[in-house]
């Protein structure tokens, strides 16, 4: 298994509410992602990193923020939970050693978030 | 827009049996065609990858078939067994690049002995 490891794995919040997950990889790989899986929907890009301080929104970025300020850590923060946020988060990296347009991802074990 | 649809939704098959499950899409020019495999509560992880020009490519008892002028692809298991039983995700990457992956919302796979 590729070193991605997602935390919290659960958590459940009120409306509001500040919440940050938290995405650690060990493989040194350039490119980090945040994705939202929810039923009936393809997993969907919240925002996107190609190095240290570089980062870009993706399909469904209002409402997030992200930051990484080490290789090795990406964060996804939520500034003000809504129902509309409950799903599940995938954090995925790729880029080492592979072109980025053929790379592929390898995902962590996902967070399950339920914001009431 | 660029899509990918996959069918059927979900489907049941007894242990040993074979089947096949469909992705259509629109994106177009694509880099390279990948369908993943989600079990419970885990993350994707990648069975096979094939560029545009290719028509077959084989992951053990997984085939994934290509056909670029239709816009379609498949994914055939064979001998099924019961840890085949996941979620099966079409994955498009454009040539625009990575960042524009287009993931279809996933065939639900139940093996049943």
């Not at chain 1, 290789?71 to 409950?86: I, N, P, R, V, Y």
């Not at chain 2, 840890?83 to 960042?99: K, L, M, N, W």
């Amino acid at each position: 298994d590729a070193g991605i490891t997602q935390s919290p794995r659960h958590k459940v919040t009120e409306t509001g509410t500040p919440v940050t997950l938290r995405c650690h990889q060990t493989e040194n790989h350039r490119y980090m992602y945040w994705y939202r899986q929810d039923p009936g929907h393809g997993l969907r890009l919240i925002h996107y990193s190609y190095g240290v301080k570089d980062t870009d929104k993706g399909e469904v970025s209002d409402g997030y923020s992200v930051s990484r300020s080490k290789t090795e850590d990406f964060l996804l923060t939520l500034e003000s939970a809504t129902s509309s946020q409950t799903s599940v988060y995938f954090c995925a990296i790729s880029g080492k050693g592979q072109g980025w347009t053929t790379g592929e991802l390898f995902f962590g074990e996902g967070s399950r978030l339920t914001v009431l | 827009k660029n899509q990918v649809e996959q069918s059927p939704q979900s489907l049941i098959i007894l242990e040993g049996k074979n089947c096949t499950l469909q992705c259509n899409y629109t994106v177009s020019p694509f880099s390279n065609l990948r369908w993943y495999k989600q079990d419970t509560g885990r993350g994707p992880v990648s069975l096979t990858i094939m560029t545009f020009s290719e028509n077959t490519k084989s992951n053990g008892r997984y085939t994934a078939t290509l056909d670029a002028d239709t816009k379609q692809s498949s994914l055939h298991i064979t001998a099924s067994q019961l840890s085949d039983s996941a979620s099966y995700i079409c994955v498009v990457i454009p040539e625009t690049g990575g960042f524009k992956t287009i993931f279809g919302a996933g065939t639900r796979l139940f093996v049943k002995a």
